[in-house]
């Protein structure tokens, strides 16, 4: 599984409700947090405390996640 390169992935700081914290995708005039039911546009601006993650990591935060393996592919447009 490929994505352009210009999307790169973050991982947000863990919290109580999210231990593994929430996994980020941001292209260069959007950001967006993957939910349970998709991806949903976050603004702008990385969240303090996301750290960046290579996409094979994304990969593995939603293999542990339990989700499809084509889930960074349903990424929307910018």
């Known amino acids: 599984m490929t994505r352009p390169p210009q999307v790169r992935f973050l991982r947000s700081a863990p919290t109580m409700a999210y231990p593994s ?3 980020l995708a941001h292209q260069p005039t959007t ?4 939910a349970p039911d998709g991806w949903i546009h976050l603004g702008h601006t990385p969240p303090a405390g996301a750290v960046w993650i290579t996409q094979e990591a994304a990969e593995q935060w939603c293999h542990d ?7 960074l592919a349903t990424l929307p447009a910018p």
């Open 21 to 23: 914290g929430r996994l």
């Open 31 to 34: 950001l967006h947090v993957l």
């Open 65 to 71: 996640a339990g989700l499809p393996a084509d889930t």
